[in-house]
């Protein structure tokens, strides 16, 4: 008896032990070839074929839709580098690797080979590679947006969030989780800076929240100066002042069509609050009820104050004639004072209407927001980003970056200017989404790519869209009591 | 000597399970429709959002676990079944903790069932099972700990025998039982209307107008503006508005639609009215506005509205982003393999957003039922709702002259109209006679109408009112 447990113990083990290095080497090489080759590139999601990323950026995710098994091999100048396997369709590259890939591949391309099993195709079908260009250049580690239900008048939980770039790192700058009720938006840094930061908190106890020098504090516009209320900001290079506009905003509802709302401005003006002195200087030319003028800009020098401007109407009634113009005009930081008005954009001769000026680091290129009309292009699926080059006041051709049908809106520039990132609802009409794209020193931008995410269809199914994307140099540590200063009590 | 039956824990589970089914019926027989409500009004997933949203906020852990028990309240025997478990977990865990503290527990087991009044006195109000939760984790946590505890160190602790009547105990078990059933049971704060709103808004969205009918009597309507709502949508829907708009309280516009009212359930019932009338952005617009007011921005029946909206308008992707989105949860397989067929088949097509040159906004009532009767010149329900609701403002020149533009369609020579219209026109003919020119006006209202102008001349105008209530001409005067 003895014997025979034995023996038939031995058995057993050796049995165990085929069967585990049978499951142990499969599992280390679910690896397989595909039967069908397809003369053509896979349909992924995101679409990452032949985009510029820069060494710095967070693995590119990507599923290809109603499949099973999928695979992913990385090369660089016929070298394999990285082999990636997924269920669901779903590939998810691992960071370290997806580091190492980058640096090893910079300043030229990744081959991307992938091959999927799916209902029409079980022994799978591996597909022609499509190339990703590495561009040396790094981009800002960071990005600051505010998370938002898209629309309407009421909201729940709004919270300015930051996110790594080079990870899938997200985390919450401030909310208004405590009280579910103010309402936070138009956050702002001065040159790029992660150490100060501003951005306007609405509310019964509200105010404009400024995190300057290591100190917070709340200014109240509307008990200061002219006593208006600020909306969009722009913080001068120096970090002294911010321009900002103020804005008498509404909204009206569409009953039918595909864009359900509209969103104007009764009035607006153009002040600058000094952080120092805690004044605001006003120019006369800038407060009348005739002209609106909104969405400051400052050239990277500080020389310049960019805005758009157009003649009031008779809102809403005529909200179809409001055409903003582009202009800028001279800032003497030293003695607080504008110098003559220039219009860079004429939207009566030119047509359509300017939003959200921004001036790249160089100084040298100006990409805006063009809609038909009005001040609110996120609502207007024909809004497309423009660009003019300062240098010959010529427009650059950016079409590459825009949706032919949904809107593409608002835009920053990062610290070295050769990247940007942008909103657009291209995805599905209604949920802002965030696109970089790369742009060389001429101005000529490559295909836009989708903000990675660790699951790609997590772009799809997130209920929130992205406002006002701003790049910073690092993450916010903002104190805790910034929240004391503007909560609503129950 | 022989051991009774009843020992300390079967007492115990005896307790618990008789309070379980006391608790399931108070639940499923007075409050089933608000049980299915609250399914509607919370709203849980999968995805990684949801997680950090719901811990970012004061409901935390408790409002999550909270949030995925509501999904199964969209059947009242298990959401009733669910509440009732919630409430008696406190007091099974503080018998346990009693029996296993006490070395005769069974004359203290009653002292378990007072917990349940504190859970009860405010279960019906605890949206997100904040509380209920919160109590049941803490007592489950005291449970174990005092059961760990007790492993190791056996307390002899002796309740004193006077207090051991059996007779006492069970007196005193019934009546703690007895509060707090009485807590759940009361009409407080208008719990029984909650039930009442959440089952007319139960049989809107399952358009069962008749059941909406013979729910809401005309007297509630006059007096309750939601239930008026209800009634008049229900009328609009079943064609009989112009024949009991003003006996169900038809008082002006603003009882056709909220526009001041952001309870989930105004909102909701406005996204109903603008559903059964086609006018799918003022859908959208109510849908997330109702959505906005759950705790995490969203809700299982605003999803759902948007879902099926965005099909209807054949808006592929965010149909299928909110079909996705529900397919997370844990009790939505059944419905999005329903629409699976459905998005599908609007795969790639173009959506069908209706074109407005004149772009009509969502402002007051009678501007957005007037577009609707503008594109719709034949369309009896807009022109029924538009006419009322001008009759209710006294609007009567306005109504006169959108009856002539509706009438040339919709009331050819010959074809009866209406009897509050009828009514109307007889009674603008006094001042102005041509507005009856060329109109068919049943011998029957004319004779009333003598009969009512007859009683108001000879000074008996409460008789007049009497006997021609619900009339247009008792309305106006």
């Known amino acids: ?490 | 000597m022989k051991k009774s039956f009843f020992t300390p824990v079967r007492s115990l589970l005896f307790i618990a399970a008789l309070l379980f089914v006391v608790f399931w019926s108070v639940w499923f027989f007075c409050y089933r429709h608000y049980l299915i409500w609250l399914e509607g009004y919370s709203f849980f997933s999968t995805l990684p959002d949801f997680a950090s949203q719901y811990f970012s906020i004061k409901e935390g852990l408790p409002g999550y676990i909270g949030a995925f028990l509501h999904q199964f309240y969209h059947l009242p025997l298990l959401g009733a079944a669910i509440q009732s478990l919630l409430t008696v977990i406190p007091a099974f865990c503080l018998g346990i903790i009693l029996i296993r503290l006490f070395k005769n527990p069974e004359a203290i087991l009653w002292v378990s069932v007072i917990p349940l009044a504190f859970i009860t006195y405010r279960q019906f109000w605890d949206f997100h099972l904040y509380y209920t939760v919160t109590a049941d984790i803490a007592s489950l946590i005291l449970m174990v700990l005092t059961l760990a505890v007790t492993a190791f160190v056996k307390p002899e602790w002796k309740v004193p025998e006077r207090m051991g009547n059996i007779y006492l105990n069970m007196t005193l078990t019934v009546v703690a039982a007895s509060v707090s059933v009485w807590f759940i049971a009361r009409d407080e704060n208008g719990k029984r209307t909650h039930e009442e709103y959440t089952r007319l808004e139960y049989l809107g969205e399952n358009r069962r107008w008749d059941d909406i009918l013979d729910t809401v009597s005309p007297k509630d309507a006059r007096t309750d503006e939601l239930k008026r709502a209800y009634a008049l949508l229900a009328l609009s829907e079943s064609g009989l508005l112009t024949e009991h708009a003003f006996r169900y309280g038809l008082q002006g516009e603003s009882d056709f639609v909220f526009t001041d009212k952001i309870s989930p359930l105004c909102l909701n019932y406005n996204a109903l009215f603008y559903q059964c009338n086609d006018m799918y952005n003022a859908v959208i617009h109510q849908a997330y506005q109702q959505g906005v007011q759950s705790v995490t921005g969203v809700s299982f029946s605003s999803l759902r509205r948007l879902a099926d909206t965005y099909i209807e308008l054949k808006d592929y992707d965010l149909a299928r982003k909110y079909v996705d989105i529900l397919s997370h949860s844990s009790c939505h397989k059944a419905w999005v393999k329903e629409r699976l067929p459905q998005l599908e088949a609007i795969r790639n097509v173009k959506p069908e957003y209706a074109y407005d040159e004149y772009k009509a906004t969502i402002s007051n009532f009678t501007h957005v039922i007037s577009s609707m009767v503008d594109r719709n010149r034949d369309n009896r329900k807009y022109a029924d709702l538009l006419l009322c609701s001008l009759l209710a403002d006294q609007e009567g020149g306005k109504f006169k002259d959108i009856f002539r533009y509706v009438a040339e369609v919709q009331y050819p020579a010959g074809t009866p109209i209406p009897r509050l219209y009828e009514e109307a026109l007889l009674m603008i003919s006094t001042i102005d006679p041509q507005s009856v020119a060329g109109i068919r006006i049943s011998a029957d209202t004319r004779k009333r109408f003598a009969d009512f102008a007859g009683l108001m001349n000879s000074g008996k105008g409460t008789q007049a009112l009497r006997k021609h209530a619900d009339t247009y001409w008792a309305y106006s005067y």
């Open chain 1, 1 to 490: 008896m003895t014997k025979y447990m034995q023996l038939y113990n031995r058995d057993t083990i050796s049995k165990c032990l085929i069967v585990l290095s049978i499951i142990i080497l499969s599992g280390c090489s679910s690896w397989k070839s595909a039967s069908i080759s397809a003369d053509c590139r896979p349909v992924i999601f995101p679409d990452y074929a032949e985009v510029t990323v820069p060494t710095n950026i967070a693995p590119l995710n990507f599923m290809v839709e109603e499949a099973g098994h999928i695979q992913a091999s990385f090369s660089h100048e016929g070298n394999e580098l990285l082999k990636v396997t997924g269920e669901e369709g779903v590939i998810q590259i691992p960071l370290k690797k997806w580091r190492s890939l980058l640096a090893q591949a910079a300043g030229g391309n990744i081959d991307v080979y992938v091959s999927v099993w799916n209902e029409e195709h079980p022994q799978g079908v591996a597909y022609l590679p499509f190339p990703i260009h590495v561009e040396e250049t790094e981009i800002d580690p960071w990005i600051a947006y505010r998370l938002i239900e898209p629309g309407y008048r009421s909201w729940r939980q709004i919270g300015l969030f930051q996110r790594n770039l080079s990870s899938f790192e997200e985390s919450a700058i401030v909310t208004n989780a405590t009280d579910n009720e103010t309402c936070l938006n138009c956050h702002h840094f001065p040159a790029y800076s992660s150490q100060s930061m501003m951005f306007h908190a609405r509310g019964a106890n509200g105010g404009t929240i400024l995190y300057h020098d290591g100190k917070l504090s709340k200014i109240k516009f509307n008990e200061i100066g002219p006593k208006k209320n600020t909306t969009y900001p722009a913080w001068h290079p120096d970090g002294r002042l911010i321009a900002f506009s103020s804005n008498t905003t509404r909204q009206t509802f569409y009953l039918h069509g595909e864009k359900p709302l509209e969103v104007y401005d009764y009035a607006s003006d153009l002040l600058v609050y000094d952080t120092e002195t805690g004044e605001v200087i006003t120019d006369p030319r800038f407060m009348t009820e005739e002209t609106l003028e909104t969405f400051p800009a400052w050239s990277p020098d500080g020389k310049y104050l960019y805005y758009v401007a157009a003649d009031a109407k008779n809102l809403p009634d005529q909200v179809e004639e409001m055409h903003y113009h582009l202009m800028r005009v001279p800032f003497d930081a030293s003695t607080n004072s504008f110098g003559q008005t220039d219009t860079l954009y004429n939207a009566h001769v030119q047509g359509g209407s300017a939003s959200y000026p921004r001036i790249s680091a160089d100084g040298r290129h100006l990409l805006y927001t063009w809609s038909e009309y009005g001040t609110f292009p996120v609502w207007h699926p024909e809004a497309d980003l423009r660009m003019i080059d300062l240098k010959t006041m010529e427009h650059v051709d950016v079409s590459c970056l825009n949706d032919p049908e949904e809107a593409d809106s608002y835009h920053s520039w990062s610290s070295e200017g050769r990247w940007i990132v942008f909103g657009s609802r291209r995805l599905d009409g209604r949920y802002t989404r965030l696109y970089i794209a790369y742009l060389d020193e001429d101005g000529n931008p490559d295909k836009p790519f989708l903000l990675p995410q660790e699951d790609p269809r997590y772009n799809l199914w997130r209920l929130k869209s992205y406002n006002v994307p701003e790049f910073i140099d690092g993450e916010v540590d903002l104190p805790d009591s910034v929240v004391k200063l503007f909560e609503q009590e129950k």
